[in-house]
């Protein structure tokens, strides 16, 4: 069973900060995924990431792709409140039309 | 938005009786998912179809069942509900001609008594 564990579990900072989550397996992955979700909402995707040691962003977001693709990571700057969410990251491998979740990371920046 | 509903979006039940959750999609993708979310644990997959009549097991099926007799429509079966299955469930499909990228549902919070 491939699982994939994140870290922190749980995060709470102040607007204006810098955080990264982190995404670790023992399994290699083809595919790295990192999805946000609301309270009381479904995942929503925020971006893929498919070779090793690329490198993603998405405005303050940047998405890391392990060289080995055994592990990504999410670093958000300058955190806003609307950031606040459960971070949630998902491999994939080619051909088996799954994703494998990761356990989360639940990100609360306050004002 | 890809179009996914899910109905009912809340449920309270008691132990031993059977539910049924329903997944309906409108635009015919193919692979269409359940999975179940608890804290700590992230997603988890349950079954997870790749067309009409055609199903597969994911990581934590024990206890539940799945049929599609339809493209749109894809339903989750608990014979016999446990508390142990009180959870929320996220129905998603896959889009093909966005990457592969899976859509999910706003779920339905079950509570097993």
Not at chain 1, 47 to 59: M, R
Not at chain 1, 91 to 104: A, P, Y
Request: some cysteine; proline content about 4%.
């Amino acid at each position: 069973t491939q699982l994939l564990e994140q870290s922190p579990q749980f995060l709470s900072i102040q607007e204006g900060e810098n955080l990264t989550v982190y995404c670790n397996s023992s399994s290699v992955f083809s595919s790295l995924q990192w999805y946000r979700q609301e309270p009381g909402e479904g995942p929503v995707l925020l971006v893929t990431v498919v070779t090793g040691g690329e490198v993603k962003k998405l405005k303050r977001l940047t998405f890391q792709f392990g060289d080995a693709r055994k592990d990504s990571s999410l670093h958000i700057t300058a955190a806003q409140p609307g950031d606040t969410g459960l971070y949630l990251c998902a491999g994939e491998n080619t051909g088996f039309q799954k994703l494998v979740f990761g356990t989360g990371t639940r990100l609360l920046v306050s004002p | 938005d890809a179009g996914i509903t899910q109905s009912p979006r809340h449920k309270v039940t008691e132990t031993g009786t059977p539910v049924t959750l329903r997944c309906h999609q409108t635009e015919n993708h193919r692979y269409m998912y359940w999975y179940r979310q608890d804290p700590g644990h992230g997603l988890r997959l349950i079954h997870y179809s790749y067309g009409v009549k055609d199903t597969d097991k994911g990581e934590v099926s024990d206890g539940y069942s799945v049929s599609r007799s339809k493209t749109e429509d894809f339903l989750l079966t608990l014979e016999s509900a446990t508390s142990s299955q009180t959870s929320v469930y996220f129905c998603a499909i896959k889009d093909s001609g966005r990457g592969d990228t899976q859509y999910f549902g706003p779920g339905t919070r079950l509570t097993v008594l």
